[in-house]
């Protein structure tokens, strides 16, 4: 776990070019500011277009080995000692980012939770596994969905 950086504006009131921009910015950041990351990234200079749309960090699980549990409950990302880190809900929107082009180590999702309120959640998964946990990610929430129209509320 690389840590969370707070996005400011809600994501669904930016393009999707936008989208992608905010989650590689805050890799850019979270990479300088992480000691020990191994994944490959070529840090860029900062995108100061963005500097009204990212807030501050939040580094204080930076660096923890975690567990991710993806499911159509939600996303939770554990510390291995179980105690919960961050859990994401299936009924609030998820950004991803990751898998190709220069984030193919890392994951980056924008949720809402009590503590960070709406944040940049950003995981290092060397060797492969960035792509692999955005698509379970993705069939997560579409068998959710699908669970959804046939037993609405």
């Known amino acids: 776990y690389m840590g969370c950086i707070e996005v400011l504006r809600s994501m669904r009131s930016l393009d ?3 989208r992608t921009q905010v989650t590689r910015e ?7 500011a992480v ?3 191994k994944g490959a990234w070529k840090k860029k200079a900062p995108n100061r277009a963005l500097f009204s749309i ?5 580094l204080r699980f930076a660096g923890m080995s975690i567990a991710v ?3 159509i409950d939600g996303l939770n990302l554990m510390i291995p000692t179980t105690r919960q880190l961050h859990c ?3 009924n609030l929107g998820v950004t991803s980012c990751g898998g190709r082009g220069d984030t193919t180590d890392y994951v980056a999702y924008v949720a809402k939770d009590p503590i960070n309120q ?3 959640h950003i995981l290092e998964c060397c060797e492969g596994l960035a ?3 955005i698509s379970t990610v993705g069939q997560a929430f579409e068998l959710r969905f699908k669970q959804y129209l046939h037993s609405p509320p």
């Open 16 to 18: 999707f070019n936008t």
């Open 26 to 32: 805050a890799i850019n950041r979270l990479y300088e």
């Open 35 to 37: 000691p020990g990351v």
């Open 54 to 58: 990212l807030g501050k960090s939040n």
């Open 69 to 71: 549990n993806i499911s």
């Open 88 to 90: 994401c809900p299936p």
């Open 118 to 120: 709406r944040a940049c």
């Open 131 to 133: 792509q692999s946990v």
